[in-house]
């Protein structure tokens, strides 16, 4: 028979034991990084605050547009938090299984140019469009399907003109252009591009015969002060469901959502470039450089976080919009893509 002192101190080492493995476990889960994915371009914005707090529990990754999705998808996908397209989350992501929607974080970036005497375009006239040619940059995405959508709001009639096809007086004409192609004198009434694009197109013209100027707000003229949902922010739901050091980080990464519209109004384009190019995937063509981003730049590129519990509405919306123009560009989404706080 073990004497009483032996087994008491036993227990005492078992015990020992047992909160030594406790806190080996609790200062893992406080050791644990979270990994932050953004395509490059607008949408990488909204990280900037994020990324210059310098919170070690991040790992942030600007990453090719293009292969945005494959840190989503997968048996184990490499993003904890991730910024994509509205489009290409509700047809990955849509069911809400192994992520949820925290917000929308951009709001549209599309801008209308001219070089002719054209009337700058709004909702009151938009119909003057008609008989008119608009070149498209990304006809076939999310730009050309939103203009698409725009149109069919104001029940206007259009007709995409490909091959040097023939153009429609009762119709709006659309052709895809290539951004480069963009110019005065390529001979389309209007163009439509994204920022920094649009912005860099005026700069560059600015001294030709037939300069090109805004003439126009595609988000003003979707949603008025709103724009449209142009990119989210999903999370992991087994981070959205997990300890308190997750939901802590859930929280986090909220509080700099929320802050990363009013924080980019207040910090420099060397700034924003400095922290992205920090984290931007080595050898990668950035977006943004010190030519073509500016206070401008960033404001038209519209940073501003709606939580899923407001925007819920919105993104429904736009993406039933989309379908309607295209029904493989987007899907619907259950309620469980929308996160709850």
């Known amino acids: 028979m073990k004497h009483p002192v032996s087994l008491a101190l036993g227990a005492v080492f078992l015990g020992a034991a047992a909160l030594g493995l406790a806190a080996c476990k609790q200062d893992a889960d406080t050791d644990k990084t979270y990994s932050v994915y953004a395509p490059d371009g607008a949408p990488a914005l909204a990280l900037v605050n994020a990324i210059e707090d310098k919170a ?3 790992e942030y990754h600007v990453v090719d547009s293009s292969t945005i999705q494959t ?4 048996e184990e996908p490499a993003a904890d938090f991730c910024i994509l397209p ?3 989350a509700s047809k990955v992501l849509g069911t809400g299984t192994t ?5 929308t974080v951009t709001n549209g970036n599309l801008f209308f140019l001219s070089a002719e005497e054209n009337e700058d375009l709004t909702k009151d006239n938009l119909s003057t469009l008609v008989g008119k040619s608009v070149g498209v940059v990304q006809l076939p995405n999310v730009p050309g399907l939103t203009l698409q959508a725009v149109l069919n709001k104001y029940d206007i009639d259009y007709q995409i003109v490909e091959n040097d096809g023939e153009k429609a007086a009762d119709k709006v004409n659309l052709i895809a252009f290539d951004p480069a192609n963009v110019t005065p004198a390529r001979g389309c009434d209007y163009y439509l591009c994204p ?17 090109f100027r805004m003439a126009g707000d595609l988000q003003a003229l979707y949603g008025g002060d709103e724009g449209y949902p142009q990119a989210v922010l999903v999370a992991k739901k087994s981070v959205l469901e997990g300890d308190k050091n997750d939901k802590d980080v859930v ?8 802050e990363s519209g009013a924080y980019l109004k207040t910090v420099t384009p060397e700034t924003v470039l400095s922290a992205l190019d920090g984290v931007r995937t080595e050898g990668l063509s950035a977006s943004f450089n010190a030519n073509n981003l500016t206070n401008e730049v960033i404001a038209n590129c519209s940073v501003r976080f709606s939580p899923s519990s407001e925007c819920k509405e ?7 919009e989309l379908i309607a123009v295209n029904e493989s560009a987007a899907k619907a989404v259950s309620d469980d893509f929308f996160y709850n706080a």
């Open 56 to 58: 070690e529990k991040f």
């Open 71 to 74: 840190y989503v998808t997968g």
């Open 86 to 88: 509205l489009n290409a």
């Open 99 to 103: 992520y949820q929607m925290l917000g």
């Open 195 to 211: 920022e920094p694009a649009a912005s860099t197109k005026i700069k560059g013209t600015a001294s030709a015969q037939k300069p």
């Open 251 to 258: 929280k986090t990464m909220l509080s700099y959502m929320k």
């Open 314 to 320: 919105r993104v429904n919306a736009f993406l039933e």
